[in-house]
């Protein structure tokens, strides 16, 4: 006989995986990131509301969820298998919208707290009215899981009505999968007329993937077509491999056809049955349990693999759009340093104010012409720069997550931005020529702002302001000119690689948001590899 293991190791390699798995991340649109989303999703809830709790609990009671679609008769179902209505049964759809737990009162307290399901918030009062609203203030009713207590289950054995697994609600087709997450045994329920519908197949396949432990029930099937739609039925089962199924037919009566009553006890009997000898007989315990821990734990062999390589997806998309922003930042770095050093920036207005400097201009004007000149400069290379990571972006598809398309690109924020950089680089040039004037022994020292004038025009100007290095050093001598044209040159240097990193900055701060990294890839495969160890 086949038994669980439990060993500590195997937890904590467990854990350590899950963790793993929780901190993947798959924010970029690209081709395989929902699938990717929902399959890291169904892998947590598999995780948190079954393995690791059974692991660590294996003597708990079975839990049996019974799911299905709309209007299968799923609450009757197990309101008959109890004895008693417990949940909800109706015409109306969806009828079920706050799942309902059913076990033995002595067997309360394992699902009392949150050893599964930890995300649902537990409400119990005994022998309720399925109808009345006994949900805390405000809560939501796909949050929650109604616990009832019945002496008709044997101890060792809970049912959960689940909600409809196609109903209309988002959050009702959500909770449904969540539950079926928790289970031991998977009993799909479904009816003559819906046997072949695809969402319930969905679930039947995904059953076998996992292996887990399924039951079938095909319920209102009328007298007269019993046989051949049980032959029908049992024939697609065998086609998809699961010819093996336990399986029970529930026949039409008026109890399930107002769906409001319990059918007899003989109707579901059988079902009955086989579920307290599940739960009764050891043997039968073990391998329902180890059967679907392990099938679970065997899937982890091809559904990490298939998370890393999505994470390895998501990074390299992500690499891509970085490189894309750091050619072209660093492109126009490049070019914009050499326009300086050609002294591009003594143009326009700059060079009217230089030529009319100092007869017709003052020292404060050219200094304000040239740091316009140069602001327009480092402004149209920042420009460029997004322009051709915009061309680029284009032909990404992961370009467009959200954030990344609502960037702060306009170009009144970034004139801001490289104004005060340049005004900056003005101010610290006149502190030098301050400092350099008042070291001069002179009787009549040189205007300071002069100087400073004088010295933005050798740095910006090159060979077209050569007067003005001549200039400056009648004013300082050339040894001093020499030296403050050399430190207001290099804090220049400094000032357009600090405003070409911080655009670019800029620029990848979505995408900094989003946290790509190589480490979840890395993380996954390892985790998997220490788990397949243990094992």
């Known amino acids: 006989m086949v038994t669980l293991d439990v060993r500590p190791q195997l937890l904590d390699a467990l854990s350590a995986l ?39 609990s294996p003597e708990a009671p079975l839990l049996a969820v019974v799911g299905g679609s709309t209007g299968a008769g799923k609450s009757t179902l197990v309101n008959s298998l109890v004895g ?92 449904a999968a969540t539950l079926i997450c928790a289970a031991d045994i998977w009993i799909m329920v479904t009816t003559a007329g819906r046997y072949a519908d695809a969402v319930p197949w969905h679930l039947l396949r995904t059953a076998k993937e996992y292996d887990a432990t399924l039951v079938t029930v095909l319920d209102r099937v009328p007298h007269q077509v019993v046989s ?43 079902l009955r049955s086989w579920l307290v000898h599940q739960a009764q007989d050891p043997a039968s315990r073990q391998h329902i349990m180890a059967r679907t821990a392990y099938g679970m734990l065997n899937s982890l062999k091809t559904r990490m ?49 230089w030529r009319a400097f100092p007869l017709d201009c003052t020292a404060g004007e050219l200094l304000d012409a040239l740091v316009g000149s140069l602001a327009a400069l480092l402004l149209c290379a920042v420009t460029a720069a997004d322009e051709r990571v915009d061309e680029a972006w284009r032909r990404e598809p992961a370009a467009a997550a959200p954030g990344l398309a609502d960037r702060d690109a306009s170009l009144d924020s970034a004139e801001h931005r490289i104004g005060l950089a340049v005004r900056r ?46 200039g400056l050093a009648d004013r300082l001598t050339a040894h001093r000119a020499t030296r403050l044209r050399e430190r207001a040159g290099n804090l220049l240097v400094e000032h357009l690689d600090r405003v070409m990193h911080s655009e670019r900055e800029r620029r990848l701060a979505p995408l900094d948001v989003l946290e790509v990294h190589p480490e979840p890839q890395a993380g996954l495969i390892a985790a998997l590899s220490v788990l397949q160890k243990e094992r």
């Open 18 to 56: 899950r963790d793993r798995v929780a901190a993947a991340r798959f924010p970029l649109p690209l081709a395989g990131a929902p699938r990717a989303r929902a399959n890291r999703d169904e892998l947590l809830a598999q995780l948190d509301d079954y393995l690791v709790p059974r692991l660590r």
């Open 84 to 175: 008693r209505r417990v949940s909800e049964a109706g015409v109306l759809r969806p009828t079920t919208r706050t799942p309902v737990l059913v076990c033995h009162p002595e067997d309360h307290h394992w699902f009392s707290g949150m050893r599964v399901l930890p995300g649902l918030t537990r409400v119990w009062v005994p022998q309720q009215d399925p109808g009345d609203d006994l949900l805390p203030l405000g809560e939501d009713p796909a949050r929650v899981l109604r616990i009832e207590t019945a002496e008709s289950l044997p101890r060792g054995l809970a049912l959960v009505d689940a909600p409809d697994i196609d109903s209309l609600v988002a959050d009702n087709r959500f909770l």
């Open 228 to 270: 051949e739609v049980s032959r029908q039925y049992g024939a697609l089962l065998t086609k998809a491999g699961l010819g093996h199924v336990p399986r029970f037919t529930v026949p039409e009566l008026p109890e399930s056809v107002w769906g409001g009553g319990l059918l007899p006890a003989s109707a579901v009997a059988p």
């Open 305 to 353: 693999p298939e998370l890393a390589s999505a994470a390895a997806a998501q990074h390299a998309a992500a690499l891509r759009l970085v490189t894309a922003v750091d050619r072209a930042y660093e492109g126009e770095h490049t070019r914009v340093r050499g326009q300086l050093n050609a002294g591009i920036v003594l143009a326009g207005d700059a060079l009217k104010r």
């Open 425 to 470: 680089w003005r101010r610290e040039v006149e502190e030098y020529a301050e400092d350099e004037v008042r070291e001069i022994d002179r009787s009549v020292a040189p205007d300071p702002e002069v100087v400073a004038a004088l010295t933005a025009t050798v740095v910006l100007g090159g060979r077209r302001a050569r007067s003005a290095g001549e």
